[in-house]
Every structure is written in structure tokens, then in C-alpha cells.
């Protein structure tokens, strides 16, 4: 059970950076710069993190043990992805700004959304990336967490955790 702490910690944190890098590309595609929008001052993204591992945990313990026709396997994997993405944003986002006063991000800005923090558009393209690193990224990500020793991946879980807290303590006092 402890080294599947580690292991999803892990896949959290490096999935969390990932989804920084996507966000600068992003905000770049469609506002021509490579705009912050960041809550945490390291680079991560949890919300992009999060989605994706909640995703892969259903995926592994679920998808591809009961269901064994690979295309069904895949629709439902685009299904959940979509659905983890979309709840991960809204959680997110109202939590951010019921605890910081801002919004992060707005999808009514580039697309015809009216609620800010999720939109089919969107929250399905992010769906497709979660399913497509799923089945093409992570098989070689799971083989890298195998390399790395339990002590470095402690050490990642405790920066991204004084990050977490020192932010968030800071908006409560």
C-alpha cells in the first residue's frame, strides 16, 4: 500500500508539471503569451495532475480488468476522462476563488461558455490529452517511477507539499 502511495504521489506531481507546461502552451495558443495563472509558486499545475491520475487509478483497477474489448476499454477510458477533467476543474476553480477571491481562469473568455471554470470544448480536449497520455505516455512514466528511489520521490511530495500549504495558509491569514 505504501509504494502505491508513492507511486500515485508521484504520478500526481510529475503529471501536475506536465499540465504547467501545457497551461504556458496553451495560454500562448490563445491569449500570444505565456500568461501565470498559477496558485502554486513551483511549477505545477494539480488541477491537470489530479485529473489525470484520477483517471489512470480508474483506468488501471477498473477499465482494463473488467472490460476486454480494447475499443470499449478506450471509450469509456475518453468518458471518465472527460467527466475527472470537468470535476477536477469545477472543485478547483470555485475553491481557488472562494479561498483567494480570483478567478483563474475564465473559459467564457475565449469560448461561448457561461460558467467560467468548465466548457464541453474545452473540458473535452483536455479529455482526449488525459486519454492519449494514458495510453502513449504513461506506460514509459510507470517504468520511470520503477528507476526512482522511494527517498527522491519523498522529497518531491514534501516540496509540492510546503508549496501547497505555504499558499494556501497564506490566503487564510
Partial sequence: MKNTILTYSFYLILYSIGGFFLERIINILFLGVPYDNSFLIGPYQPLYGSGILLTIIVYDFYIKRYIKTKYVQRVILLLFAILFTALVEIITGEFLEVL?????WDYGLVFNCSYPYSCIIPTSIFGVISMLVILFIHPYIAQLRS????RYIYIMITIFLIDAIYRITSYLI
Fill in 100 to 104: 483567494t477571491g480570483i478567478v483563474y
Fill in 147 to 150: 528507476m526512482i528511489k522511494n
